[in-house]
Nanobody
């Protein structure tokens, strides 16, 4: 499975960005897709996840501001990020797995993209 993220960039606080992730390879291995982020010196944390059955999960820090969606036919994942905050500055990664018990836990995922940088200025 290969995952390629796009859509990162620089934005002012309060702004919006849309991240995309294109998945290729076995569709069985992309049953669940997640977004994670990692700031310098910090642990990689789960942001949002969505499984093929429509089950979604969000970190408390982004609920109400971020929305994850997927196109199962195209095997793509998107993350709509609104009302961005400076603490959202991080590298954002797309992740995939056949099945996850805890969708926002890093160890639940087998495949990872290279990441796309998001910088939010105050």
């Amino acid at each position: 499975v290969q995952l390629v993220e796009s859509g990162g960039g620089s934005v002012q606080a309060g702004g919006s960005l849309i991240l995309s992730c294109a998945a290729s390879g076995s569709s069985d291995s992309t049953t669940c897709l997640g977004w994670f982020r990692q700031a310098p010196g910090e642990e990689r944390e789960g942001v949002a996840a969505i499984c093929r059955n429509g089950r979604t999960s969000y970190a408390d820090s982004v609920k109400g501001r971020f929305t994850s969606s997927r196109d199962n036919a195209k095997n793509t994942l998107k993350l709509q990020m609104n009302m961005l905050k400076p603490e959202g500055t991080a590298m954002y990664y797309c992740a995939a797995s056949r099945w996850v018990l805890s969708p926002l836990i890093r160890g639940s995922y087998n495949y990872w993209g290279q990441g796309t940088q998001v910088t939010v200025s105050s």
